[in-house]
């Protein structure tokens, strides 16, 4: 069964802390994505890759960075974590020329 | 650039009635459509897509879409409602290269 498995369910960090989203799939597909989904706003764009070592912006990167050393896992970075990134973080993946993407289960995160 | 839209919040039906969940479109060139559904505090999940061919496409869970080009519409349908379709309904329509933009989801209420 394909997967797309994020490494937490549920974060609680502090205001100011590092935070590492992680996000791996068994699939071998190129491309890879960061959403974040909050009420009223559907799902943001904030990071992709297309390749290992490769990142592009998406629609909201302020405060967020990212990370693709392997093929199979993106990672999503907050330099410094603050209130107005809690959300609910998701990651998908497809393959190039493929439609359509395979989910995570998401990381609720909250920042108190 | 590509859009979806989704012009309901919400859609309550009464369980054993037919339900629609309604998305139009705005693309240049063919579109390619989606639909996904997320249950709580989940990622997303795939139930059907339209690249070409029948404009009836069917998905999971008993679920379909028409596409009609001339309304630039791809509205999700189910003939009998199921109070486990309660969910978060997502449209989303393929864009620049290997990327989705989704629509602002509808909540799909289904009452016994």
């Known amino acids: 069964d394909v997967k797309v498995t994020q490494s937490s369910r549920y974060l609680v960090k502090r205001t100011g802390e590092k935070v590492f989203l992680e996000c791996v799939q068994d699939?071998?597909?190129?491309?890879m994505f960061w959403y974040r989904q909050d009420p009223g706003l559907g799902l943001r764009l904030i990071y992709f890759?297309?390749?290992?070592?490769?990142?592009e912006k998406g629609d909201i990167p302020e405060g967020y960075s990212v990370s693709r050393e392997k093929k199979e896992r993106f990672s999503l970075i907050l330099e410094s974590a603050s209130t107005n990134q809690t959300s609910m973080y998701l990651c998908?993946?497809?393959?190039?020329?493929?439609?359509?993407?395979?989910f995570g289960s998401g990381t609720r995160l909250t920042v108190v | 650039a590509q859009s979806v839209a989704q012009p309901e919040d919400q859609v309550n039906v009464a369980e054993g009635n037919p339900l629609t969940v309604k998305c139009t479109y705005s693309?240049?060139?063919?579109?390619?459509l989606f639909w996904y559904v997320q249950y709580p505090n989940r990622g997303l999940q795939f139930l059907l897509k339209?690249?070409?061919?029948?404009?009836l496409v069917k998905g999971s869970y008993g679920f379909e879409a028409e596409f009609n080009k001339s309304q630039t519409s791809f509205h999700l349908k189910k003939p009998s409602a199921l109070v486990s379709d309660s969910a978060l309904y997502f449209c989303?329509?393929?864009?620049?290269?290997?990327?989705?933009?989704f629509g602002g989801g509808t909540r799909l209420m289904v009452k016994p």
């Open positions: 989303a329509v393929k864009s620049a290269g290997n990327m989705l933009t």
């Open positions: 699939m071998d597909h190129e491309n």
């Open positions: 890759s297309y390749d290992v070592k490769m990142k």
């Open positions: 998908a993946s497809n393959p190039t020329g493929g439609y359509g993407y395979t």
């Open positions: 339209y690249i070409t061919g029948d404009n």
């Open positions: 693309v240049s060139g063919n579109p390619y």
